[in-house]
């Protein structure tokens, strides 16, 4: 029997700061959860290795984890939560359209919608950074690379943010506005699938649609799951990617002083933010044999906790884990995952953020918060981590 350590990613502490909580488990191998059925795998070492052996550890859900009604993809197969070769063959699918190329087209665009944001929100020495800047950013970019006309983006964002808060829920019973956000997007995008049928355009949906109608290869309901999941996949990350960066940045005015005097550290600066405070701090992983890692034992179907974000701070790979270091190197964080799962859109969000950092470092000489005792609320689950709200004082440059 592993040594088991009390650990409740339930609990509102954990969900304020859950780095105290991991530096335990940084300390030896895997642990068993007192009271909750999983195994912990926090070191960079165990985490890459298990998330490397998709054959041992796989990535679909039992049967029965996900409450009845709040499954946004009904049951239909989806990239990160199948294994080969459901999974190879939905990946292959939609590689090109995010290949680090076809991405890079998109930074005019980004660009635009960014110092847009900025000159709508930003006007004065206060400045909503959630709200007004992180929240917008990457749902209007996906919602215009799938072709949604400018005047859905609002609903959109509404059922987009519904559905993403899904995790929340877990394990409990679906919430009713969840249910109903589902509902309400799953038919909002059948009948824009049946549009692009009959006239095609240049968007992601357009493409998907000729997968599906010429090869047979992806059926009507992976093709609505596939656009359901870009929205969770994409864009609560992006948001807290941008939200935990600015506030790390807030936090640290030393470092946002070097992005000043030399804004070609920001892409470095991006992959820090990623590490520090990592978007996606956990994800799962169910065992298909008994197994071990690192010496501790798993039995089969048993589930994993594959902690990233825990990873991120492992002083073993990372000197001085707990210091923001935008000039960080070497810095190879997990914070998109390892192995075949590697994040399909991290080429996009590494864009989003640069853009955006760079907007706002040429836009402020200086951030803060606005209030040094403001209460943070961090929305979302364990598996996730964003702000609700990051007000800033900023001076303009
Ligand atoms: C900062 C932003 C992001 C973070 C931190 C992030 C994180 C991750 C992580 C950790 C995984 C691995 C999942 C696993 O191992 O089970 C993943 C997979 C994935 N991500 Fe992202 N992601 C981000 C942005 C995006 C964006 C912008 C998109 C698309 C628009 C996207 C689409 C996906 C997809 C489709 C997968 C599944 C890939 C597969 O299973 O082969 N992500 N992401």
Aim: with cysteine.
């Amino acid at each position: 029997m592993p040594e088991e350590i009390a650990f409740n990613p339930f609990d509102p502490s954990f969900h304020a700061d859950p780095y105290p909580y991991y530096k335990p488990l940084l300390l030896g191998p895997p642990r068993r959860a007192v009271g909750f059925p999983v195994t912990l795998i926090a070191r960079y070492a165990d985490v890459v290795a298990v998330a490397r052996n998709h054959t041992t550890f796989s990535s679909v859900f039992p049967q029965g984890v996900m409450p009845e009604g709040s499954d946004p993809f009904e049951g239909a197969p989806t990239m990160p939560f199948s294994d080969p070769p459901v999974h190879s063959r939905l990946r292959r699918l939609v590689a090109r359209d995010f290949s680090p190329r076809r991405i890079a087209e998109l930074a005019p665009r980004i660009e635009a919608i960014a110092t847009r944001l900025l000159d709508e929100n930003a006007a004065g020495t206060t400045f909503e950074a959630m709200s007004g800047f992180a929240d917008q950013l990457p749902v209007i970019i996906i919602a215009e690379m799938l072709g949604i006309p400018a005047e859905h983006h609002a609903r959109f964002r509404k059922w987009s943010d519904a559905v993403a808060s899904n995790n929340a829920t877990l394990p409990g019973t679906a919430d009713p506005v969840v249910r109903e956000s589902i509902a309400a997007l799953r038919e909002y995008l059948t009948s824009a699938i049946e549009r692009r049928r009959v006239e095609p355009g240049q968007d992601l949906i357009s493409a998907l649609v000729a997968a599906h109608d010429t090869g047979e290869k992806l059926n009507t309901e992976e093709l609505i799951a596939f656009v359901v999941l870009l929205l969770i996949a994409g864009n609560e990350t992006t948001t807290n990617l941008i939200g935990n960066g600015l506030l790390a940045l807030a936090r640290n005015p030393a470092e946002y002083m070097k992005l000043g005097r030399d804004p070609s550290l920001i892409p470095s600066a991006v992959e820090e933010m990623l590490r520090y405070d990592s978007p996606v701090q956990m994800l799962m992983r169910f065992a298909t044999c008994d197994t071990e890692v690192a010496g501790t034992p798993m039995e089969k179907g048993s589930t994993a906790f594959v902690m990233f974000g825990a990873a991120n701070r492992d002083p073993a790979q990372f000197p001085e884990p707990e210091r923001f270091d935008v000039a960080r190197s070497p810095n190879d964080h997990v914070s998109f995952g390892e192995g075949i799962h590697f994040c399909l859109g991290a080429p996009l969000a590494r864009l989003e953020a640069r853009i955006a950092f760079e907007a706002i470092v040429r836009r402020f000489s200086e951030i803060a918060l606005a209030d040094p005792e403001f209460k943070f609320y961090w929305r979302g689950s364990f598996i996730t981590r964003g702000l609700r709200e990051l007000p800033l004082a900023v001076a303009r440059s």
